[in-house]
């Protein structure tokens, strides 16, 4: 109900009411011009007309809130619509598949976690006993950069390049490389103790190609890293990675015989 049917509703009720209003005030005049034993005690009525009055009173007071409430609802109604709007742009840019935290980031939070927990019980600890050291945090570049592209980017797209290409399946290869990039990132950090006979070829490989120039202090893959379990050397695989290229995600270069692919950020 607008502001113009309210006050329509409100006119017709207080008419109405005005109407009763009249009528009882014409009895009560009637009784006081003629004697009391020749018209009935009038007493009932004139409760009926007071409480009449007071019922109005209050229906008036409770349209005037409920009209003044009108355009603070108008406003709150126009807010959540764009709030509405920007959550479903938001989930356009979302894909469908996110990539599962690691099992060792997954401890390494809880362990994080278990100091700030406090313990109630009594009698049970020194007092004087220091709380233990957290652990430090690992030294390196840092989690590969994610950048997935928008609706709007592959939408850009000439359809010869994009082709079948969805916009999910283009940010679950965006995952992979990412996870490919976390791996060689891991294995240029590693202390060489901790690497096997199996790792240890690769990772003085992949220290090398990271310290040249194009490469140093970014994350990278190579092609030979590319296993799945969405981008895979197939026809799918090459045309993603076409897309990627043209939207600025990632470069290509060739070092020691590999095809070296470096995650870069969106302009």
Known sequence: MDVKQASLSLDSIVSSFNARIAEL?????????????SVTDLSAVDATLKALELQLQQIKDRLREETLAIPKAKKLIQASLQQQKKLQNMSAYVPSYLPQPEREEVAECSVRDEPSRQDHSFGMHDPKEEPLPLPKEKKGRGSPPVWYITADELDSLSSYMRGRLTLDKINAAINDMAAYAEANSQLMTAPRKKLTESTLEKALEIRDIGATEGVKG??????????????KLDNTGKAIFTVLRHLGRLSESRIKNHRVFV?????
């Open 218 to 231: 970014k994350h990278f893959f190579l092609e030979t890293d590319v296993k799945g379990p969405t981008l």
């Open 25 to 37: 005030q014409d009895l009560v005049v009637a009784r006081n011009m003629y004697p009391a034993s």
């Open 263 to 267: 995650l870069l950020r969106p302009h």
